[in-house]
Nanobody, 122 residues
Framework: QLVESGGGSVQAGGSLRLSCAASGYTYSSYCMGWFRQAPGKEREGVAAIDTDGDADYADSVKGRFTISKDNAKNTLYLEMNSLSPEDTAMYYC???????????????????WGQGTQVTVS
C-alpha cells in the first residue's frame, strides 16, 4: 500500500514536499515514480528513481523538483520548488516492481499506485 501526503495550496513561487509512505514494500528493491494529473489532461510522469538512486525528470520540472527516497523509512519524497499554477494537479506515487534502468516515467510500467494528494498553486 502506498499513501501520499504533503499536498495543499500554495502561492506561485512557493514550495511543497510530498511524501509517499509504503507498507509491504521495500523501496530499495523497486523503482518508484511520481506522476500527476490535471483536470482534463492525461497523467504525466514527473520524476522517477531507480534502486541505485538515479533519477529522471520531465523537462517541465527539471531544476525545480527533486525526487528522493529514504530506504530506512520506506518513504519516497518529491521536493517541489518554484511552483507555478501549471503544477496544479493530483500527484500520485507508484511502484515499478520490475525496475528499469534508467527509471521509467511511463505509467504503463508501474504496477501499484497510491490514492493521490492534491497540489494547488495560485
Amino acid at each position: 500500500q502506498l499513501v501520499e501526503s504533503g499536498g495543499g495550496s500554495v502561492q506561485a513561487g512557493g514550495s511543497l514536499r510530498l511524501s509517499c509512505a509504503a507498507s509491504g514494500y521495500t523501496y530499495s528493491s523497486y523503482c518508484m515514480g511520481w506522476f500527476r494529473q490535471a483536470p482534463g489532461k492525461e497523467r504525466e510522469g514527473v520524476a522517477a528513481i531507480d534502486t541505485d538512486g538515479d533519477a529522471d525528470y520531465a523537462d517541465s520540472v527539471k531544476g525545480r523538483f527533486t525526487i528522493s527516497k529514504d530506504n530506512a523509512k520506506n518513504t519516497l519524497y518529491l521536493e517541489m520548488n518554484s511552483l507555478s499554477p501549471e503544477d496544479t494537479a493530483m500527484y500520485y506515487c507508484a511502484a515499478e516492481l520490475s525496475c528499469t534502468f534508467p527509471p521509467s516515467r511511463s505509467q504503463d510500467d508501474y504496477d501499484n499506485w497510491g490514492q493521490g494528494t492534491q497540489v494547488t498553486v495560485s
